[in-house]
């Protein structure tokens, strides 16, 4: 056996390779037929991808990918690569994400076909390569925990690379925060998203909102909601009108909660996203409103007051909080016109049609373009939005696993067969967007199998005329 392990904590002559400038002689190593066999961590579980990543060597990096992408059986995978690639933003990355998952191997076994239950995703730790008889029998018996559901057919893939995926482990809080930042939507709907599936149905039945009805049947949780509703309630009635600032922060907080509802999970993040895209809109905006304000007030100042009276500094405030007041009602077609003078009307004529008009449609037209941005990528978004709840409900339990061992192992995922690669994007509506997207593909797929379609049978027609003159040519020799 060659030790391959060659410097300081337990680096490679492929670690070496990658510090090393010049691309081509990792290029070439990997050549070799048995350079996988020289693929190791580092003493303190450094591969040689997180090696390069984490030392910009982007070329190297790409040259790992390659191989690995190219040949998924040679993908070797740790925990710490799992992170990395979830932090690349190289396309070969995030395709190698799509490669760690593979079909497991059973020994002498196999599972049922269908399991009558309700439970439609299942994982299960293992660390041997080969799945037996037992760990077959701890699968159906955890889908047979909640049987009385329809008859599923199951599918099953294994994680190549280990973690540590318990829940509350700081591995799992730190997937949980790259998942919910993942920008790659094919990363986001891999097969990564039933693990946050299944975390986000641990976390429902530890917040106790699986079962509300049973919540109840204890008159002390009846005592316990009813004096939290009164106590909320007089907090919010004492509170005076200097706090309205701590009341719009406790409703903004509050509908932060409705994320755990399906139905407007959606509808929580697409607000977010638009005040996102408006903010440097209203700067826009408000610098025209605020332009906008300063012209009528030197037209109402004047008119008003009179020159004498400009360097009144009360007076000019005054004035011109009641012109920003009338410009921001204005935008929303309330105003009063009474007693202007013509230059005040021309300069109204000009403001209502360029912010109401022009600067509000335009607001209007942003709103729809990030509307379709996010319904093109509902599915993706109703995952991310589950993992953030998820990471909020286990960074409750942090504390719980310090000092702990990290338990690495690999993960078996069993799951219904409908739960296929499109089964989030079919549970909800697209948008315009993603249909015609949809369609142009369909109709691009009909066309080009139209086109190979129309050429075989010209190359066909073409080897019918080549066989016929073969035959002429050899009627002709023979004929005197």
């Known amino acids: 056996m060659v030790d391959t392990f060659y410097g300081y904590q ?8 990658i510090k090393n400038n010049d691309p081509s002689l990792l290029q070439r190593f990997f050549g070799d037929a048995q350079a996988n066999n020289l693929y190791h961590m580092t003493f303190m579980g450094k591969s ?14 790409n040259i790992i990918l390659g191989k690995f992408n190219n040949f998924p059986e040679s993908i070797i995978a740790s925990d710490e690569d799992l992170l990395t690639l979830m932090d690349c933003q190289l396309s070969a990355g995030k395709q190698l994400i799509l490669n760690l998952f593979t079909v497991p191997q059973f020994y002498k076994c196999a599972l049922p076909f269908q399991v009558d239950s309700k439970q439609q995703i299942v994982l299960v730790p293992f660390e041997n390569n080969m799945i037996g008889q037992p760990l077959c029998n701890q699968i159906v018996n955890m889908f047979q925990e909640k049987p009385g559901g329809e008859d599923i057919v199951l599918q ?4 190549i690379f280990e973690f540590d995926f318990e829940r509350g482990s700081p591995a799992s809080l730190n997937f949980l925060q790259k998942y919910s930042k993942e920008s790659s939507e094919e990363v986001v709907r891999s097969n ?47 509170l005076s009108e200097e706090n309205n600032i701590t009341v719009f922060c406790l409703l903004l907080r509050g509908m932060s909660h409705f994320r755990i509802f399906s139905s407007l999970r959606y509808f929580i993040n ?9 903010a440097s809109f209203s700067i826009i905006l408000v610098y025209w409103i605020v332009g906008f304000s300063l012209m009528f007030y030197l037209f109402s100042f ?43 009307w021309i300069l109204f ?34 995952l991310k939005e589950q993992a953030k709840l998820v990471l909020e409900v286990e960074g409750l339990l942090n504390f719980k696993n310090k000092g702990q061992q990290v338990n690495l192992k ?20 697209e948008g315009k967007i993603k249909i015609l997207t949809k369609m142009i593909q369909k109709v691009d797929e009909k066309v080009q199998g139209s086109l190979n379609m129309k050429q075989d049978l010209f190359n066909a027609v073409d080897e019918v005329k080549s066989m016929v003159k073969s035959i002429k040519m050899k009627l002709d020799l023979k004929s005197p």
């Open 302 to 344: 004047e008119k008003e007051y009179g020159r004498e009276d400009s360097f009144d500094i009360d007076a000019s405030s005054l004035n011109f909080l009641d012109s920003l007041q009338f410009t921001y009602k204005l935008s929303f077609g309330d105003f009063d016109t009474e007693e202007f003078t013509v230059q005040q």
């Open 349 to 382: 004529i000009i403001s209502t049609f360029f912010i109401p008009l022009v600067l509000f449609n335009l607001i209007i037209a942003v709103m729809g373009d990030t509307y379709d941005r996010v319904q093109t990528s509902a599915a993706s978004v109703d």
């Open 156 to 159: 099953i893939c294994s994680s």
């Open 270 to 278: 697409m607000i977010i996203e638009i005040i996102k895209d408006m």
């Open 192 to 238: 990564l998203r039933f693990i946050i599936a299944y975390k986000y149905k641990e976390c429902l039945v530890f917040l106790k909102l699986t079962g509300l009805r049973n919540y109840f049947d204890s008159i002390w949780n009846y005592t316990d909601t009813i004096a939290f509703i009164f106590l909320y309630i007089g907090i919010i009635m004492s």
């Open 48 to 61: 040689p991808l997180t090696y390069a990543y984490e030392n910009k060597k982007l070329q190297h990096l």
């Open 10 to 17: 337990g680096t490679t002559m492929l670690h070496h390779l």
């Open 410 to 429: 690999r993960l078996l995922i069993c799951h219904d067969a409908e739960l296929g690669e499109n089964a989030p994007e079919q549970m909800m509506w």
